[in-house]
């Protein structure tokens, strides 16, 4: 019996079959553009993992402890951060002081989602809707639309240099992050109830598990993983651009979506936003390399979204 | 449901606040009030106020619609094209409209028959018509479009600019279907409670699908207006217009979770937004302030009807 629930484990089935998607991608990306299966690929192609990647943890345990969470600020949130950071770097802090503070501040707009969500009661939707706008206009509106430059060349070794055929943001950042949340969300009593609140908010509450801190707390952290998206974007661009994030909120929900992440809570994998992060990140290379339009690449994101919530939902994995 | 005097709250709270906000603008500056501006205003907001009444049957179904402006801005695309290989003003126009339709229907299909909650699908098919936007006209504009289509904003009957007849007729249109049809009421059953209304026998995906393309249809409008109104087609064209919808909607008092909403509210509640946006720029603030002002408006809104009686649960 134990090895039957082991085999229809939809988690199982999931990264089962996100692991074929991600050899396909690589099959395409090689068949797209002979520049594709090189060495010099892997490093160019994991620099891109790190932001993205972070924001798809977030999400991921956002809408694992249910409510539904979402948080469609996240994208907002590394604008901000980002202008932050340089902006206290160009008032005379020192650059480390700038991204720590820059830490705290995206620590802040994400108190801000939890507790307009669980405080106030908003429906996660529309509260983090609203600071979407209200984030990303003020990044726009106190910067004229410019970005902010003059970020320090040594400050570069994180965003552009290597260790190890390695990109510095992937091994020092996303890689112990991504490990740290693993690990709680496997090991660890708090990544109990992040679950049982996703699946029976209720239940959980009566056991004596804490929900709605839970859940803010986790909106404090998706706001700390875009501030640390914002740090390496910083570096790596040596500029804060008042739209550096736009657009990944929806990247970010589609690869925790993607990866077998319940959108309704309870269900979902670190490990699996990881490979469908890696599927996001291998396409959208692939198709730069190969010089196909940028357009191509966000149809086919948003044919995977709606394709891989449809099959879940067609496959009766709670409706 | 509730007793009358709280039905139209909502409304009258609205009507004060734009009434002030008037106040205020006009003492700032004087143009503010001038007819010229307010016909402006008015002919500016055309294109969201058809957009925010099927978002308001939308979200009173329990649904939401992020992809509007993407359809919007496939359907004028459609339209420049068109224009371009000289076809009739008549087969512009339905083919605008039928546009609309059809990716409107595809939005309920998704939701409907894939199951796929509403903000997801909705999210996805915007991101696959901005590929399409830009497949097809690849970051250039669409300009130089004839003014055929001029006198849907410009025109002017019995003293009043066309606009007005277009919202009024939409307007009565969406109230109809909503108050005095049984669409409406199966609309806000299943906004309500889902399986309830699939208990009781109400074809939910049939509804749904409909609902849509209602909103689709209006996108197609409204499409129609702006190409009208700009004769060209912009590669940022629609962007923030869903989020406008959005947030007129629930400035005009209906409810996130489905169930309620109001068509007065909604218009209202677009009034405000579209003559706060003019009157913050006569006054000197710059545009870059304008979604920083609607994204704190809709919270503030949210945060009251969420502190006015609901709780969070758990």
């Known amino acids: ?319 | 449901m509730n007793a009358i005097p709280r039905a139209y709250q909502r409304e009258l709270i609205l009507l004060a606040a734009i009434g002030i906000v008037c106040v205020i603008f006009a003492s700032r500056s004087e143009f503010f009030i001038s007819e010229r501006n307010l016909v402006t205003v008015l002919r500016n907001s055309v294109d969201l106020a058809v957009i925010s009444a099927g978002m308001t049957l939308v979200i009173a179904m329990g649904g939401i619609d992020v992809s509007v402006g993407g359809i919007l801005a496939v359907s004028a695309i459609i339209i420049g094209r068109a224009y371009q290989a000289e076809w009739p003003d008549a087969v512009v126009v339905v083919l605008g409209l039928a546009t609309g339709c059809v990716l409107g229907a595809l939005n309920g299909t998704v939701c409907a028959k894939l199951r796929v909650p509403p903000i997801i699908a909705t999210l996805g098919s915007m991101y696959i018509f901005i590929a399409v936007l830009f497949l097809v006209i690849g970051g250039t504009w669409i300009s130089g479009l004839p003014g055929t289509l001029s006198f849907l904003i410009l025109g002017e009957w019995l003293g009043l600019p066309a606009g007005v007849y277009i919202i009024g007729v939409v307007y009565l249109l969406c109230w109809a279907i909503l108050r005095r049809h049984v669409w409406g009421r199966h609309l806000l059953a299943v906004g309500s409670d889902e399986p309830a209304a699939r208990l009781v026998g109400i074809d939910v995906d049939w509804i749904k699908i409909r609902t849509y393309t209602l909103l689709g249809l209006l996108a197609g409008i409204a499409a129609v207006l702006y190409v009208a109104r700009l004769r060209n087609v912009e590669v940022n064209i629609g962007t923030n217009i869903a989020l406008e919808a959005i947030a007129a909607t629930i400035l005009g008092g209906a409810d996130i979770r489905g169930g309620v909403g109001s068509l007065a509210g909604t218009l209202l509640g677009v009034l405000f937004i579209k003559l706060m946006q003019n009157g913050l720029v006569l006054s000197g603030v710059s545009s870059l302030w304008e979604t920083v002002i609607i994204g704190g408006l809709l919270l503030a809104v949210l945060t009251l009807d969420a502190l006015q009686g609901r709780r969070v649960r758990v």
């Open chain 1, 1 to 319: 019996m134990k090895t039957t629930a082991r085999f229809r484990d939809p988690l199982r089935q999931r990264l089962l079959f996100l692991t074929v998607l991600w050899l396909l991608t690589l099959a395409l990306g090689a068949w797209l553009s002979p520049h594709f299966w090189q060495s010099s690929t892997v490093p160019y192609l994991l620099q891109y993992v790190p932001v993205l990647g972070l924001l798809g943890m977030g999400q991921t345990l956002i809408m694992l402890a249910g409510g539904p969470g979402i948080d469609l600020s996240v994208g907002a949130m590394v604008s901000l951060v980002g202008l932050a950071i340089a902006g206290l770097y160009g008032l005379g802090l020192d650059i480390y002081l700038a991204s720590l503070v820059g830490l705290l501040v995206g620590a802040l707009l994400g108190a801000v989602n939890g507790v307009l969500i669980n405080i106030v009661g908003i429906p996660s939707l529309m509260a983090t809707l609203a600071t979407l706008f209200v984030y990303s206009g003020l990044a726009v509106a106190l910067t004229g639309g410019r970005p902010l430059g003059g970020i320090p060349g040594e400050f570069a070794w994180l965003g552009q240099n290597q260790t190890w055929n390695l990109p510095n943001q992937f091994l020092f950042v996303f890689l112990p992050v991504t490990l740290v949340l693993h690990v709680l969300l496997t090991r660890t009593v708090t990544g109990n109830h992040i679950v049982a609140a996703g699946n029976d908010e209720r239940a959980a509450f009566l056991v004596g598990v804490n929900v709605r801190r839970l859940r803010l707390k986790l909106y404090v952290l998706s706001g700390v993983l875009a501030a640390l998206g914002a740090i390496i974007t910083v570096s790596w661009f040596q500029a804060a651009r008042p739209d550096a994030g736009k657009g990944l909120e929806l990247l970010s929900v589609t690869a925790a979506v993607l990866g077998g992440t319940h959108i309704f809570g309870g269900l979902g994998r670190i490990s699996g936003t990881l490979l469908a992060i890696l599927i996001i990140t291998t396409l959208q290379i692939g198709l730069q390399l190969a010089n196909i339009s940028q357009a191509w690449q966000l149809g086919v994101i948003g044919a995977l979204l709606i394709g891989s919530v449809a099959v879940d939902s067609l496959l009766g994995r709670r409706p």
